[in-house]
């Protein structure tokens, strides 16, 4: 099975300097079952790439080894021209990874804030949780994003689509090195997904960070062209 990876902007194998992930023949196996194979992937500051392939030819595996979920059985993984060797999601998050998963994983008795600010709110001069502060990054974040969710309402009771836009705030708001999505935008519906995915290519232009966004199969590379107006 085929997985191909597609790339706009300052991304593309002609491309010189340091790329801020590299990673080069990996392949992961479970058992018998070889969920990746010869996997490569090079995401330079500011580009764009979409991870193509049938289902099952491996790009949720190839995510959850950059993610730190899964460690690849062979293969070179670089980030900043350094070997990596992720033995958990904390260990990518702390390298600058955000990654955001097919399922969402917020937490339901929190607030969509709290969400957006797990494990890393933000201190006023008295070392208290500044809750303004919070508050208004997710309302110009959820703004931004051209939803309209109340952010004090619980997770609790959001729809799919709704979480999985917390999910892209969170990622956006963490300013990571690296965006992954995991096909965040199969459970959005037209309405949401749209927005959200123009957003996509503005927010890496902002910043150095390069994104990879694994859209559903058919929609994603007619998507891509349509949004670079390269069709
Ligand atoms: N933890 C696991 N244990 C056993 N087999 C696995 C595991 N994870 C993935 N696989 C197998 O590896 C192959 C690749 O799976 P993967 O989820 O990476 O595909 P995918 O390209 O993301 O597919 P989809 O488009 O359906 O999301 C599949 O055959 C899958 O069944
Ligand atoms: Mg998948």
Redesign the pocket.
Known sequence: ME?TVESHGPGGPESSGTPTLALSGVSKS??S?V??RDGSLQMMPGSIHALV??????????VKIIAGLYQRDSGTFEMEGRPVHFRSTADSKAAGIAVIY?EPTLFPDLSVTENVFMGRQPVDRFRRIDKHAMRAEVVSLLQRLGVRIDPDRPAEGLSIADQQIIEIAKAISLDAKALIMD?PTAALSRRRGRPALRRRPESARRGPRPVVHQPP?RRGLRSLRHRHGDA
């Open positions: 997985l479970f058992g079952v969920a990746l392939g049938e289902n099952g030819a491996g790009k949720s595996t190839l097919q096909e199969v």
